[in-house]
Antibody, heavy 117, light 107 residues
Framework: EVQLVESGGGLVQPGGSLRLSCVASGFTFSSYNMNWVRQAPGRGLEWVSHISSSSTAIHSADSVKGRFTISRDNAKNSLFLQMDSLRDEDTAVYYC??????????WGQGTLVTVSS | EIVLTQSPATLSLSPGERATLSCRASQSVSSYLAWFQQKPGQAPRLLVYTTSFRATGIPTRFSGSGSGTDFTLTISSLDPEDFAVYYCQQRSSWPLTFGGGTKVEIK
């Protein structure tokens, strides 16, 4: 069974940093592209960032460019999102989602990030 | 950036009725359009990808159609478990974008 489990969310002050993790199981993680998607409270879905299976291709939303960094460790079946210079508007549930072969077929349960003073 | 506009914002229907959800793109996304269902407190679930391919385990009452800029998700006969919010998403070009969602509520 495919599982994606996020962790690392929490309360952080504006300007602070947080590192999210997503541990995968039940599939060959190293062969899959991966994504982060977020959802602010009561709002719709927003794609955040994408990384290819071998980390050779990375794409990010303009809203997080220069502040968030996606990375992965295929040996540990793990996906990461380093979030720096956090703003109030980054408050959201952050989901990791598979990117291939069927994009966004598998999702984690999400981890809540709250940016507030 | 490709903007996806979903309509209507809310659809009020009864179980057993047919639901037709629309997604319009600001420019062509070819066939790279997907649909997701989300229930309160849950992660989104992929229903349809590449316009018309049902994801694993998705009932046949869900079907997708369209091309270019105009797409439709049809639920042929609403089951009580189908009342939820539905999002379309394009992966034709970066950045990937989602529509604003259509809420299907019980009439």
């Amino acid at each position: 069974e495919v599982q994606l489990v996020e962790s690392g969310g929490g309360l952080v002050q504006p300007g602070g940093s947080l590192r999210l993790s997503c541990v995968a199981s039940g599939f060959t993680f190293s062969s899959y592209n991966m994504n982060w998607v977020r959802q602010a409270p009561g709002r719709g879905l927003e794609w955040v960032s994408h990384i290819s299976s071998s980390s050779t291709a990375i794409h990010s939303a303009d809203s997080v460019k220069g502040r968030f960094t996606i990375s992965r460790d295929n040996a540990k079946n793990s996906l990461f999102l380093q979030m720096d210079s956090l703003r109030d508007e980054d408050t959201a549930v952050y989901y990791c989602a598979s990117g291939s072969p069927i994009p966004f077929e598998h999702w984690g349960q999400g981890t809540l990030v709250t940016v507030s003073s | 950036e490709i903007v996806l506009t979903q309509s209507p914002a809310t659809l009020s229907l009864s179980p057993g009725e047919r639901a037709t959800l629309s997604c319009r793109a600001s420019q062509s996304v070819s066939s790279y359009l997907a649909w997701f269902q989300q229930k309160p407190g849950q992660a989104p679930r992929l229903l349809v990808y590449t316009t018309s391919f049902r994801a694993t385990g998705i009932p046949t009452r869900f079907s997708g159609s369209g091309s270019g800029t105009d797409f439709t998700l049809t639920i042929s006969s609403l089951d009580p478990e189908d009342f939820a919010v539905y999002y379309c998403q394009q992966r034709s070009s970066w950045p990937l974008t989602f529509g604003g969602g259509t809420k299907v509520e019980i009439k």
